[in-house]
């Protein structure tokens, strides 16, 4: 099985700090986000499938533009990945489905294949997520099957997809329901599009490698017009927004949370497959949360409330006071008093 990865993005929304690092070599409790749903993959295909049946994940496909070299260092830190990789450099950003159809030959040969965001984090309900995912692709002869949740800020903060209520296929996208939807025989219903999915061949038939595109707005609503079927399969996943500074803070605090409580299993198996237990999440009072590498320095003097994450090579100084801050891999903080702030540096991940 052959997947790719969409990791071109600028991160305008993470501004200035997506100018330090692309937003999937962001940390999150230490790790890059794009390790999540690397590891997201590996999880469900490897737990379920050996070698012998051609359905492990055997090759990842990783687009690029924005401080490529960053991206490129996360996947040469780690030098036993179970996968080949291979990176679809764009010197003009081509968005979701031009960097996809750019990658065209990598997929024409296989049945079907995975595409997953680089910059979003996911945690399914079911261990068994993409199994299902494959087995309705299959049996519905779909040219794409979403992975999609209830969630409560849709048609507001967020876009939808819409899923006819008896057909349970997609018959657009967008904060409006579709006028004139095209196969549609009930009434619609929005979901949100946790950024994981199965695509066919064919959708190579709506893209072009010459020009930008969006996957959805060109690609899959031009395949609908055309007769296809793009299906979805909800699940009660956890979805964790991380688009900017606000979000990713309230993502951290409870991503904290759940490692204490050890409340779901895939972030668990996560951090200690890239972590290899080099971490702590300590709750010293009801409020108050840390999250901190074995290889960090931290002062007992240091006053802090909230939660503080602090990266392996991090480096707090007596002197500073901290509430709600994240302090990246490789970094010497300065004296000072801070609050809902991540810092990080150009060599978090050398």
């Not at 036993?80 to 979701?96: A, C, K, N, R």
């Not at 876009?159 to 095209?182: E, L």
């Not at 900017?244 to 668990?268: C, F, G, P």
């Not at 909230?306 to 090579?313: C, Q, R």
Request: proline share 7%.
């Amino acid at each position: 099985m052959k997947a790719m990865i969409l990791a071109a993005g600028f991160g305008q929304r993470f501004l200035p700090h997506t100018n330090i690092l692309p937003k999937p070599a962001l940390p999150f409790l230490n790790i890059p986000i794009l390790y999540y749903p690397i590891y997201l993959l590996l999880s469900h295909f490897n737990a379920h499938h050996s070698r012998s049946d051609h359905l492990g994940l055997t090759q990842l496909v990783i687009n690029t533009h924005h401080l490529p070299e960053i991206l490129r260092q996360l996947m040469d830190r780690k030098k036993d990945w179970p996968f080949s990789v291979t990176f679809s450099h764009e010197t003009q950003i081509l968005g979701t489905g031009g960097g996809l159809a750019r990658v065209a030959d990598e997929f024409q040969s296989e049945r079907l294949f995975l595409l997953c965001n680089g910059d979003t984090l996911i945690f399914p309900s079911r261990k068994e997520i993409l199994p299902l995912m494959i087995q309705q692709h299959v049996d519905r002869n779909a040219i794409a099957t979403l992975l999609v949740m209830k969630h409560p800020d849709l048609l507001n903060s967020l876009g939808a997809v819409w899923i006819d209520s008896k057909t349970k296929t997609v018959q657009g996208f967008g904060k409006r329901s579709p006028s004139g939807a095209p196969t549609s025989s009930g009434d619609l219903e929005p979901y949100h599009y946790v950024g994981l999915q199965v695509l066919s061949p064919r959708i190579f038939r709506y893209l072009s490698k010459e020009t930008p595109s969006d996957l959805f707005r060109d690609g899959l609503q031009n395949a609908i017009h055309s007769g296809e079927k793009v299906c979805v399969l909800e699940d009660e996943a956890l979805w964790f927004e991380t688009g900017n500074l606000k979000n990713y803070l309230e993502a951290t605090l409870e991503a904290i949370q759940m490692v204490h409580q050890s409340r779901h299993w895939l972030l668990d198996e996560t951090l200690n497959y890239f972590l290899n237990r080099d971490f702590s999440a300590l709750l010293s009072n009801p409020s108050r949360y840390l999250f901190r590498s074995q290889r960090s320095q931290f002062p007992e003097d240091v006053p802090w409330d909230g939660f503080v994450v602090l990266g392996p090579g991090s480096c707090v100084q007596s002197g500073t006071h901290l509430r709600n801050v994240v302090v990246g891999p490789n970094l010497t903080l300065p004296v000072g008093d801070f609050k809902d702030e991540l810092f990080i540096s150009p060599t978090a991940w050398a």
